[in-house]
């Protein structure tokens, strides 16, 4: 009993953690409508910040968690006014190719400044052991990784909901003309929005080093998988993505526990099944 | 004006012109004539050409964006490969095999991809990829999993040509198949049909005000796309001799769709240069470390969806079009 609690709660707290990689996008794909395949390259890009500032630097992990952010959001605002808004307008295929050739290009310099090796950060003591819950013996970066996906839930939804700042992303987002008329300034809106969107990939790329590793195709491997948590949960929705990342994460360790021969292949069907009947995912309203 | 006689009009349209016949007399002699160190890589260059048609047909024509059409190519490689290894080995029947049973399954998923648009179709096809290569990847026993199906063996062409490691056969092979399937491809867009398609990648509320069945149009043409896509697979299995798990992969299936949009889609020659164009490229700077040739090729990208969404094809359309109005453009000014 104990073992599959253990089990179910690894797959909760990789499930948190493909949630705090996917929020960021189901605010770019979500709200702008913007096919960002480019969102697992500025998440590879926070990893290196934070294995840069631990490795390289002698910092201690929790302190680099905030500049993964904050520096990512930076080069990601320079790349949206440099590149990314001049195809918000592009048809689907020309957004998918581009953001693609963007993640090509962005493991090439990877690859050139930190080279092809996997790498990993030294982690406080209080994060490397295990706590003890009720009998349960749970490894405590993954409590740690939990509770931070609900931190950052709580701030993502507040912030959209009840700020002025959310209020004017939805008005951009739901009507550009209007917005623009009423004198918001909607690119702005829209960059800011993609660099927190972008800084939150980051944050979650240097929450990951522990768990997956981080390499400079970082950003193709979990491409697919927060793809999956965006699309399943509903364009839009950060709750819709917190629910999918959770099912998801308990799926994929419950059933590479159950049936180690099937792999992934069960959550590509039941992605292919789900979208297929709800295609706006379980929670997308548009 | 005159009214405009539709059948005429589609004549016009599907007239031959000079530069195919050179284009294709070229790719016969050139690579026999001057490089016949580089036949290995002319034939996978005319595989690819024909697969980057089969996509230029859903994506450029009939406007449905598939990111995981690398599952038929791959499904059509696997049918021809393990037909082979069981014991027929020639080569038409065994492309043909590959290529009815990529089409079939294309049909089969043509009921999916018919019902689902925007983010969700992206999703569907390139979950319906990574699907496949799992389910390969765990039937060890008939695909031989990631150490790829070997035991292949191809008799030889019409029962006299050999296909040796030079590839001088395979080549021929391979552009006669490209030739025919464009030729099939070119007929089918300057029909009726191929008209219907492009109306409804425009327009589907006015197709389907004007009573063209949208989806049986759009499921057709994924069913031949698929079956085309298959019949690559199946010739570059039969002239490597080898299937390997990353031939159902999302890597090929964004190479392709890398090539098409280098070329230009929606015009078929722009499939075909497009493949020319990356294979050789790539072929020339293997010597670089492939991160860095990543690089490239997504620098590439950005720059052709930036300044020339219409690829290299519509690029050079566009400044020969410039240059021909402007005189036109001046007299309307005076």
Redesign the interface.
Known sequence: MSQILAVLFDGFAYGMLLFLLSVGLSVTLGLMNFINLAHGAFAMIGGYVTFALVSLAGWPFLATLPFAFLITAIIAAGFEVLLFRRIYQSGELNQVLFTIGFVFSMSAVAAYLFGTVNQSVKMPEFLTGFIELAGVKLPSYRIFLAAIALVVTIIVVAGLEYTRFGAMVRASVDNQKVARGLGLNVSKIFALTFAIGSGLAGLGGALSIEILSLDPSFGFHILVLVLIVVAVGGLGSVWGSFVAAACLGIFDVMGKYLFPELGSFLIYLFMVVLLFYKPLGLFGKR | MQPIDPQKWLRNKARISPYEIAFWIAALIIPYAFFPNYLALASQIAATAIFCIALDLI?GYAGI?S?GHAAFFGLGAYAAGILSQKGWGEPISGALFGAIFAGFCGWIVSF?IV??????L???T???G??LV??A??LDWLTGGSDGLLGIDTWNLFGVFKFTFWGYTAYGYTLGAAFLVFLLCRRLVNSPFGLALETIRENPQRTTALGVPNRARLQKVFTISAAIAGLAGAILAQTTETVSLDSLG?QRS?DI??ML?LGG?GRLYGAILGSIIFLVARDQLSGM?P??W??W??????IV??FM?RGILGGLEKIKSKLSTKPNQKVDGA
């Open positions: 994506i964006i990111l999916m019902r689902v648009q925007h983010l969700a992206l999703m569907i390139l979950g319906l990574f699907l799992e389910l990847n765990t999302f964004a769709a890398v949009i889609t470390n991160q860095y990543y690089f090729i997504g620098l590439l990208l950005m969806v930036l969404p």
